[in-house]
């Protein structure tokens, strides 16, 4: 019925901060490192910060979201990023009814 | 459902509202029964309690780390709340309650929640042998465990006030602050006196898990008066109409969390979902204080005037919002003004700004009452039990819960301060009136019960 019962399996990868070459492509091998697949990119710049935003399907992923969570914070940092993944479920309840 | 897109502006507000403006679940409470553990031998029903949290919410504080990381929104605690202890320990021969409080902290402490209520009485229309020994045991138990948290329900709407019980009160706040005089009175911040007590109440210190509740429930209590701060400020110099939409539509929204978060940690514990108890509940943070919301929508302090229109508006926006967002609402549901853990609130205590009589008028209209308050140490128990019958009166009156949880701080005098540390925070020992009320506790008895309108 709701998407916490039958839970999805899409995550949103959010990275923020300025903008630079390279950032989709060290996102994309750190999702492709994990066999997690990419279903839609979008980018924009909001009050003067570069936001880009994946969504991606970790249903065979190899690994576990909290490794990957850890994978792509610590990418994040090597490159002055912030970039977190949460699952779309909360995104979903905030804000759509 | 699961097609649709979000807008980076969606994503972007969901992270800000998380890392900016301190939007978090504030506590994910797991209610236990101990009704099965009764026992003759004080020990042994103890032993049984100690089993049966160990048992249930072994894994608790594991899941409320996994929901954090999964989703990006920090659970700040995980708790416990039990059967009121003086329902399962009055079939014990002994009164020595405290071992029954020791088997508790014991469980606090290994299933890793920082604090565990229950440690209760319902005695708002008269005390049982077990409810007295309770009562006067809760001292000796605040005092030699550290995560245990009391409370008594001394009123309600239907019952009236039991003066005797609040007469008693008085002396137990008194006495529990003289045992842990040496971190100013902090056995008091763990006691809550309550007049319409919620049997699915989430947030400490007045949690308990009803008689009418099942085996075992998850209920999820929310923060957010940050975002609601930050809402309020981005509306601008707007009418009172337009700023309670705002206040609803963030309300909403950090409900959803708590919803979700409530829905994901029943699934996996295997525990059935209660409530999500609609509350904005502040900390000693920046940017996460009740006080501060009102003083946006116009007041140069929070204690002035109109202080009290501002919260009612504030109160019923955040219910307005929250109502649709969550499948079942509960616990306590409104805008808590705790003293020591809202910065802003003890910014105008300090100030002189906030009277301790603005703040009764004030919990008139939000949830739950007089919170968190610091009191000279040298004040009359009298005047402790006088101050609880006045809040038991306002609930009683208004069919709500109000509560009070009030530190005589030892050794205090107006002007000095007490800190508490975490989210407990620290508070100015306010003023009281210095007359008497010693004649009016001293009669005893029950104020009875307010006429409704004589249905059933």
């Known amino acids: 019925m709701s998407a916490a019962q039958e839970k999805s399996s899409r995550i949103i990868v959010s990275v923020i901060g300025r903008d630079r070459v390279g950032i989709i492509a060290a996102v994309s091998a750190v999702l492709a490192g994990a066999n997690a697949n990419i279903l839609d990119i979008s980018q924009s710049v909001m009050d003067e910060f570069f936001v880009m935003i994946m969504m991606a399907d970790i249903g065979q992923a190899s690994m576990s979201l909290a490794e990957l969570k850890q994978r792509l914070q610590s990418k994040g940092e090597e490159m002055g990023l912030k970039i977190d993944a949460q699952h779309e479920d909360v995104f979903h309840f905030m804000h759509r009814i | ?456």
């Open chain 2, 1 to 456: 459902m699961t097609g649709s897109r979000f807008s980076p502006q969606e994503i972007v507000e969901t992270i800000r509202m998380v890392q900016m403006e301190n939007l978090d679940i504030r506590t994910i409470t797991m209610g236990i029964s101990l009704r099965d553990c009764a026992d003759r031998d004080i020990r042994a029903a103890g032993r049984r309690a100690y089993d049966k949290i160990c048992r249930l919410a072994g894994r608790l504080a594991a899941a409320g780390e996994e929901i954090a990381s999964e989703y990006g929104i920090p659970v700040i605690n995980k708790r416990v709340s039990v059967t009121p202890v003086a329902l399962v320990v009055e079939s014990a021969d002994s009164e020595d309650y405290l071992v029954f409080a020791e088997q508790l902290d014991r469980a606090a402490r290994e299933v890793g929640v920082n604090f565990l209520g229950g440690y209760s009485a319902l005695v708002q229309k008269g005390a049982t042998r077990g409810d007295r020994a309770l009562i006067a045991s809760i001292p000796d138990a605040l005092s030699n465990t550290e995560r245990v948290c009391a409370s008594v329900n001394i009123g309600s709407t239907r019952a009236g006030i039991n003066m005797d019980a609040v007469a008693e009160m008085g002396r137990v706040i008194v006495e529990t602050a003289r045992r842990t005089a040496a971190r100013d009175g902090i056995g008091c911040a763990k006691l809550v006196v309550f007049c319409n007590a919620v049997e699915d109440n989430p947030f400490m210190a007045g949690a308990f898990h009803g008689v009418g509740e099942p085996e075992c429930v998850l209920n999820v209590g929310v923060s957010g008066p940050g975002a609601v701060l930050a809402a309020i400020r981005k509306e601008g110099r707007t009418d009172f109409g337009a700023l309670a939409s705002a206040i609803k539509r963030t309300a909403f929204k950090i409900t959803r969390m708590g919803e979700l978060v409530g829905r994901a940690a029943s699934l996996k514990l295997g525990v059935p979902f209660g409530i999500v108890d609609l509350s904005l509940a502040p900390t000693p943070a920046q940017g996460d204080s009740v006080g501060h919301i009102l003083e946006a929508m116009g007041l140069e302090r929070v204690g002035t005037h109109g202080s009290t229109a501002a919260l009612a508006l504030l109160n019923d926006a955040v219910k307005k919002g929250g109502a649709m967002a969550s499948s079942y609402v509960g616990g306590l549901s409104g805008a808590f003004i705790p003293v020591s853990e809202d910065i802003g609130m003890i910014e105008a205590a300090a100030a002189s700004a906030l009277s301790f009589d603005k703040l009764e008028a004030m919990t008139c209209v939000c949830s739950v009452g007089l919170d968190m308050i610091a009191v000279p140490g040298d004040t009359p128990v009298e005047t402790i039990a006088a101050i609880i019958a006045d809040e038991a009166a306002i609930g009683m009156v208004n069919r709500k819960t109000t509560a009070v949880r009030i530190i005589p701080a030892p050794g205090k005098k107006i002007g000095d301060s007490v800190e508490f540390g975490g989210l407990l925070g620290r508070a100015p020992v306010m003023a009281l009136h210095p007359q008497s009320s010693r004649d009016f506790i001293a009669r005893g008895g029950r104020i009875p019960a307010p006429i409704q309108a004589l249905t059933n």
